[in-house]
């Protein structure tokens, strides 16, 4: 599976963006797809953001409330909605994915063998 991300941007403080996360998979592999998004800013370790299997969603508590992952099978395209931006939300984001990650292990990078190329957030106060 390819992964290609795209919406990165420079949004205010309670601004909002949208991730994509365009995939290579044929319709019938990306419906099985695990997807996963985390983020890498400056000097920090890459933290995972939110995930979704099947239909079921998982975030990191800071984002919870405020984003929001979705998928479009049919597009083969997964989504990052992240409303309510914050300052500490600055980071590149990565999409990620998976045919085989079990539901206990969504939030760990290496259980993910595939990557995109990463999308810059940056958010002014």
């Known amino acids: 599976v390819q992964l290609q991300a795209s919406g990165g941007g420079l949004a205010q403080a309670g601004g909002s963006l949208r991730l994509s996360c365009a995939a290579s998979?044929?319709?019938?592999?990306?419906?099985?797809?695990?997807m996963g998004w985390f983020r890498q800013a400056p000097g920090k370790e890459r933290e995972f953001v939110a995930a979704i299997k099947d239909f079921s969603t998982y975030y990191a508590d800071s984002v919870k409330g405020r984003f929001t992952i979705s998928r479009d099978n049919a597009k083969n395209t997964g989504y990052l909605q992240m409303n309510n931006l914050k300052p500490e939300d600055t980071a590149i984001y990565y999409c990620?994915?998976?045919?085989?990650?079990?539901?206990?292990?969504?939030?760990?990078?290496?259980?993910?063998?595939?990557w995109g190329q990463g999308a810059l957030v940056t958010v002014s106060s």
């Open positions: 990620a994915a998976s045919l085989t990650v079990i539901t206990s292990s969504l939030t760990t990078a290496n259980n993910y063998p595939c």
């Open positions: 998979a044929s319709g019938r592999t990306f419906r099985t797809v695990r």
